[in-house]
């Protein structure tokens, strides 16, 4: 157990639709990461934060939107569903955001859009 | 832009024997490695870094990796493979630029037959 959290783990629902993937990270962590997993397109990073403010942003779409919250939490927000989207969101957590710091990885949340 | 690549799909072996799964990076400054391993339905779990120092880095659960400057490479590497050892492995890098993020390669199918 790596002490990351993800809620849900699975996700089902229709094109066209919003959805939202929290994440509580490690206890003293302040640095947060969302990745996606597909098969066509492997692991991408999206966008991290640290200490609730945006740090750096990847192959994120429009659609998609993240926060980190005071309490350093942090929701991803999906909409406009596409089927494309279907995948496996992971958030990974690490102590303060730098280039040499492990990130650890909760147990993702499978989303399937219909 | 910093890069790691697998160049095998899958890799097969036999319960007791060594294994060796490879990574090649291509990185501007100093290159920060990392290997992933994902069981089926689970996370990614952190088994090792390399961030200088001994081109040995060793890990979780027995594993290490060899880092090789002048071969731009990071193998992992386990002398005695267990059946309990099959699953996804990732090698990845971290790229600072505006925040930090992971770039992973494609993965490599561990399978260790009994």
């Known amino acids: 157990d790596s002490g990351v959290t993800q809620t849900p783990k699975h996700l089902i629902t229709a094109t066209g639709q919003r959805v939202t993937l929290r994440c509580s990270p490690r206890s003293g962590d302040l640095s947060v990461y969302w990745y996606q997993q597909s098969l066509d397109q492997g692991l991408q990073f999206l966008i991290q934060?640290?200490?609730?403010?945006?740090?750096a942003k990847g192959n994120i779409l429009e659609r998609f939107s993240a926060q980190q919250f005071p309490d350093l939490h942090s929701e991803l927000n999906l909409s406009s569903l596409e089927l494309g989207d279907s995948a496996l969101y992971f958030c990974?957590?690490?102590?303060?955001?730098?280039?040499?710091?492990?990130?650890?990885f909760g147990p993702g949340t499978r989303l399937t859009v219909l | 832009a910093q890069s790691v690549a697998q160049p095998e799909d899958q890799v097969n072996v036999a319960e007791g024997n060594p294994l060796t799964v490879k990574c090649t990076y291509s990185?501007?400054?100093?290159?920060?490695l990392f290997w992933y391993v994902q069981y089926p339905n689970r996370g990614l779990q952190f088994l090792l870094k390399?961030?200088?120092?001994?081109?040995l880095v060793k890990g979780s659960y027995g594993f290490e990796a060899e880092f090789n400057k002048s071969q731009t490479s990071f193998h992992l590497k386990k002398p005695s493979a267990l059946v309990s050892d099959s699953a996804l492995y990732f090698c990845a890098v971290s790229y600072m630029e505006y925040g930090n993020k992971l770039v992973f390669g494609a993965g490599t199918i561990l399978r260790v037959k009994s």
């Open positions: 990974a957590s690490s102590v303060d955001g730098g280039d040499t710091d492990t990130q650890y």
């Open positions: 934060y640290y200490n609730g403010e945006e740090r």
């Open positions: 990185v501007s400054g100093n290159p920060y």
């Open positions: 390399y961030i200088t120092g001994d081109n």
